[in-house]
């Protein structure tokens, strides 16, 4: 029973926007989701509230979408921030 509480209590952290997403977090979902010799495409939204919208697909080699996840209203941990840069986009090759 207690296994399935500690994903609840960090989903609703995240969306409280207690904790920031890391770039650890966001590579173990590529780990999970991606394919190999494709891409994960992430794109983060600033919000109104100073947190963000971050959005991750995951591509075959050909281009045909293979999972989606969308973390809302986080901040960005600074091991994020940094994979992004100034960009609002990146591609991450896998």
């Known amino acids: 029973m207690y296994h399935l509480l ?5 989903a ?3 969306a409280a926007g207690l904790v920031a997403l890391s770039y650890s977090t966001v590579k173990n979902w590529i780990r999970q989701k991606a394919v190999s010799d494709g891409y994960v495409d992430l ?3 600033h919000l109104d509230n100073g947190n963000y919208t971050v959005i ?6 050909t281009g045909t979408a293979v ?8 901040r960005i941990a600074d091991s994020l921030s940094s994979q992004f840069g100034g960009a609002n986009a990146i591609r991450i090759e896998t």
Request: net charge positive; proline share 8%; aromatic share 12%.
């Open 43 to 45: 794109i983060k939204q």
């Open 67 to 74: 999972a989606r996840r969308t973390w809302t209203n986080v």
């Open 12 to 14: 609703i952290a995240y």
């Open 6 to 10: 500690i994903p609840a209590v960090t």
């Open 56 to 61: 991750a697909g995951a591509f075959s080699p």
